[in-house]
C-alpha cells in the first residue's frame, strides 16, 4: 500500500483507487476495471460514501440466504479481488462458501494472476481454472465456469458484474446476490438480493452479518430473507442518491 494521508477527506477514495491501478499493475485488474472503478465512485460519491440503512438490510439478507445455501459461491472477477481480496477469503470462511474466477474478459494469464492473489491472501482452494461447465445463452469465452463451483451452484454472489451474465446465471435459476453502485444497473434489477453498497464496505459487513446470524434456525433465517424486498432496496437507493434521503 502506498502513503495516503489517513486525514485526507477523500482517503477511503483514495485508497480504492490505488488499489484498482495497483490491479492493473498486477495484471490482476483490467483496464475496463479502471473506467468501472470510476463508474462506481460517482454513485458511492452520491450515497455519501456511506452503507445506507437499506444496503445494510440487503447485507444482512445476503448473509442469512448464503448460511441458508447448500452451495453457495462467491465470484472474483478482477476489480475483487484487487479490492477486497482477504475480504471475500473471510466470507468464504464465515458462511462456508467456494470462491470461484469469472471473468468478464477472460484470459488464462489473468485467471491464473488472480487464482495466485486469493491464494497469498490465504484461499485454500481457488474455483474458476477448470471451465468444465457452461452458462447457456453467453458467448464461449463469457460462458465458462467450473461445473462444480458455479455451475452447481444454488446461491451466487456475483459482484460488479456484466448485465447479461447477470441475466443468465438468474435464468439458471440461481438465487443471486449482486453488489453494485449504480440501482439502474441491469444487474442490481436482475439480482434476488441487489445490495447498492461499496464492495470495500460491503463484503465485511456481510461478513459481520454472517458471524452474528451463525447458529440462528433456518426459520430465523427465512424470515430475514423473505422481508428483505429487493424493488424496495433498489428504490430506497435510488432516492438516496437524487435526494440525499435514507
Ligand atoms: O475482471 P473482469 O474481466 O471480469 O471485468 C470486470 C469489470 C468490472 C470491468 C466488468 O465486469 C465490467 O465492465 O463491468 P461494468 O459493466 O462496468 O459494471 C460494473 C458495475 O459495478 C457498475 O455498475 C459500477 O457502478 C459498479 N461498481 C464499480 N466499482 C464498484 C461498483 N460497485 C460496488 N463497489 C465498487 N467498488
Known amino acids: 500500500e502506498i502513503d495516503l494521508p489517513e486525514d485526507h477527506p477523500r482517503y477511503a ?7 484498482i491501478e495497483a490491479g492493473v499493475e498486477k495484471g490482476i485488474t483490467s483496464k475496463q476495471g479502471l473506467i468501472a472503478q470510476g463508474r462506481g465512485e460517482a454513485f458511492d460519491y452520491l450515497l455519501g460514501e456511506q452503507t445506507i440503512p437499506s444496503a445494510d438490510a440487503a447485507e444482512r439478507a445476503a448473509a442469512a440466504q448464503l448460511l441458508l445455501a447448500d452451495h453457495p459461491v462467491l465470484s472474483v472477477n478482477g476489480n475483487v479481488a484487487a479490492l477486497v481480496a ?4 473471510a466470507l468464504a470462511a464465515a458462511v462456508d462458501a467456494d470462491i470461484e474466477v469469472n471473468l ?12 495466485a492473489h486469493l491464494r497469498e491472501h490465504g484461499a485454500d482452494e481457488v474455483k474458476g481454472l477448470t471451465a468444465d461447465g457452461r452458462i447457456p445463452n453467453l458467448s464461449h469465452e463469457r460462458a465458462k465456469v467450473d461445473a462444480d463451483g458455479i455451475g452447481a451452484a444454488d446461491v451466487v454472489v456475483v459482484p460488479l458484474e456484466d448485465g447479461d451474465r447477470a441475466e ?22 436482475t439480482a434476488a438480493i441487489p445490495i447498492v453498497d461499496n464492495i470495500i464496505r460491503a463484503v465485511p ?4 452479518h454472517a458471524e452474528e446470524l451463525h447458529g440462528s434456525e433456518s426459520e ?3 424470515t ?3 422481508q428483505f424486498v429487493g ?5 430506497a437507493a435510488e432516492e438516496a442518491i437524487r435526494t440525499g434521503a435514507q
Open 13 to 19: 477514495s483514495l485508497l480504492t483507487r490505488h488499489r
Open 224 to 226: 430475514i430473507v423473505d
Open 231 to 235: 424493488s424496495d432496496a433498489l428504490a
Open 104 to 115: 468478464f474478459n477472460r484470459t488464462e494469464k489473468r485467471m491464473e494472476a488472480i487464482a
Open 205 to 208: 459487513n456481510m461478513t459481520a
Open 86 to 89: 482477504p475480504e471475500i477469503v
Open 168 to 189: 443468465a446465471l438468474a435464468d439458471l435459476g440461481k438465487t443471486e446476490i449482486v453488489i453494485d453502485l449504480n440501482p439502474l444497473s441491469r444487474s442490481a434489477q
Open 220 to 222: 430465523t433465517l427465512h
